[in-house]
């Protein structure tokens, strides 16, 4: 009988999967690796540094043994009377704090917390009218401290909120930060109120149960006492001591690494509640960074609404994110539907909210589980500097000469401008319109593909409907996965995957031209300029990787242009 305070997980396994998970977790057992994992012993896995990445393992004991010292911050915020947190960071500083913030929601006496997480112009705007400068606590998150974005972002809005509350502005910001960062100098040469450290033995995607989610959560009011008691109960059932059949991260991540490294169903598509949606973006960086690799590991489908099973490949892994009181009953049944069907489901039941908490531990564990079947190192991210590089290349040129490199488009096609990757360049020959390049690119979509939309604009409501619509439609076309995100957000997560992971991947990057611009202090380039890089960098790690990928360039009147995008796409289908 499982602890019921635990997490309930179901698995409904295709006999042959079910019977190589077991074959799997019989070969751990008999070479001791839980064991393994819990003496930091990197053999698990590469056998390279991993040992130095398991700070994680049993974080949750450290900070409950601090809870006084959290919740002194957190009445002090109350007292403070903020009416605003927001927190500027990317990835792992990043997407867990937004599933605490949405999950919970607005705390009665404190503030609200937003989380932005993008260097698009207009959505840095929107957030800065969103909050009341004056009284908004900027927490400024990362681990490295050297990330471009929370630096920007950090210059931009310090100098905004100084010209509301003058000299005293330092008071308003704290940083969460690894001991020793740059971001450390910063936050002490400008007087924030509170330095918090992370943990250098914990990378980004790992972080949410460290200061990255916690302090966030405290500023917001959140029940850390709850959390980190239940996020406790997971690590207990994941602990070396546990039953192998009791031990739940263990369980999940057999049969993760079971689904890729012998069925090749390595598209993980979550589904969520609504109540606890967020968890897919937290969920995909974790899983697509850590595994996406020389050429292996899992490509994640969050938000890809669920549809009858003949719409599916074999390549599919379903999980299931279920909030007790907060079902969605059509979810149910179109799981139900795929499992009938032999498609693998698992399903992670929560029987309240606070076992989001249980969620970021068991699927941590199950994700360093699922690398080591797989055969890699889940613990780095090779590919995501390739397009740190790329970018700084671009801005450190617009610096020098005040423009960005002339690049020429291979169409152009009245608004849109067309550019191709590598091996796009000699297929997109003779195309001569818009709908031309796209029939092109979807001509070379088969089965087992999975296409990528890569949007450089604002997201919001309206650009998530518009996003979804053009994904969906090629699912349905297709019968592929479909990722659907906004740069330079997946930069730091989906990213690594789709540079580094499985090669079949088909790629749409869309820009445009910005609505309005912002400056970045002490810097001649702009938000603007810094997105444009980012795109660019991104598009050439790509096109150099032989991914296939084509850059469509909206000009002009952006809600126009990408409604008309958003209809050629789906006639060139
Ligand atoms: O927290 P930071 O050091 O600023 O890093 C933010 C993000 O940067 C990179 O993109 C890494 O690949 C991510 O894993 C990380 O979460």
């Known amino acids: ?62 900070q409950l ?74 927490i400024v998150s990362s681990k490295s401290g050297g990330t471009l974005e929370p630096n920007i972002l950090k210059a931009y809005f310090y100098n905004e909120a100084k010209k509301v509350v003058g000299d005293k502005v330092g008071s308003h910001f704290v940083t969460v930060t690894d001991p020793g960062s740059h971001m450390e100098d910063v936050a002490k040469q400008d007087g924030f109120w509170k330095i918090f450290y992370g943990k250098k033995d914990i990378g980004g995607r790992y972080s949410v149960l460290s200061n990255f989610g916690i302090i966030p959560a405290a500023a917001a009011g959140l029940p850390l006492r709850a959390l980190l008691q239940s996020a406790h109960k997971m690590q207990k059932a994941c602990a070396a001591e546990t039953s192998l059949t009791q031990n739940l991260g263990l369980q999940l991540g057999a049969i993760w690494g079971t689904a890729v490294a012998q069925f090749k169903r390595d598209k993980f598509t979550i589904i969520a509640s609504p109540a606890i949606n967020s968890l897919g973006a937290w969920l995909e960086q974790l899983l697509a960074e850590s595994t996406g690799k020389i050429g292996k590991g899992i490509v994640p489908i969050d938000e890809e609404t669920l549809t009858t099973p003949d719409h599916y490949g074999n390549d599919r892994l379903f999980v299931y994110l279920r909030l007790n009181g907060n079902v969605d009953a059509a979810q149910d ?33 199950a994700t360093a589980v699922a690398g080591s079947f797989i055969g890699i190192d889940p613990f780095d991210q090779p590919d995501v500097e390739a397009s740190k590089i790329e970018t700084k290349k671009i801005t450190t040129a617009y610096n020098e000469h005040g423009k960005l490199p002339d690049i020429t488009p291979v169409v152009r096609d009245g608004n849109f401008e067309v550019y191709a990757g590598k091996v796009e360049v000699e297929k997109l020959q003779n195309a001569s319109s818009l709908t031309d390049a796209l029939k092109t690119l979807f001509s070379q979509v088969q089965t087992g593909d999975y296409v990528g939309v890569l949007a450089y604009i604002e997201r919001d409501l309206a650009t998530r409907d518009w996003i979804q619509k053009i994904r969906l439609a090629i699912r349905d076309k297709k019968k592929v996965a ?15 995957a789709y540079k580094g992971g499985p090669k079949t991947g088909v790629f749409l990057q869309i820009t445009v031209d910005d609505v309005k611009d912002l400056p970045v202090p002490a810097e001649k380039y702009t938000f603007g300029i810094v997105k444009e890089a980012q795109a660019r960098g991104d598009f050439d790690v790509l096109s150099e990787r032989d991914r296939r990928v084509i850059r469509i360039h909206v000009k002009g009147d952006m809600k126009a242009g990408l409604e008309t995008l958003s209809k050629t796409i789906l006639s060139a289908l």
């Open 1 to 62: 009988m499982q602890d019921e305070q635990l997490i309930q997980m179901q698995s409904a396994l295709p006999a042959d999967h079910q019977k190589a998970v077991q074959e799997g977790l019989n070969a751990w057992d008999k070479e001791g690796k839980v064991q393994k994992i819990w003496a930091r012993d990197a053999s698990v896995w590469t056998g390279k540094d991993e040992s130095k990445w398991l700070g994680w393992l049993d974080i949750v004991d450290e």
């Open 65 to 138: 043994g601090d809870l006084a010292t959290l919740e002194a911050f957190q009445n002090e915020v109350k007292a403070r009377g903020f009416t605003d947190v927001l927190l500027l960071g990317m990835g792992g500083s990043s997407l867990g704090p937004e599933v605490l913030g949405e999950v919970f929601g607005h705390q009665t006496g404190f503030p609200t917390l937003h989380v932005l997480d993008s260097t698009d112009p207009q959505q840095v705007f929107t957030f800065q009218q969103k909050v009341d400068l004056g009284k908004t606590l900027f």
């Open 482 to 496: 479909t990722a659907a995100e906004f740069g330079p957000r997946f930069l730091h997560s989906t990213g690594q």
């Open 333 to 365: 049944k179109a799981l139900e539907a795929l499992k009938a069907a032999g498609h693998p489901v698992v399903t992670l039941n929560l029987q309240d909210k606070n076992q989001i908490a249980q969620v970021f531990y068991q699927t941590e564990f």
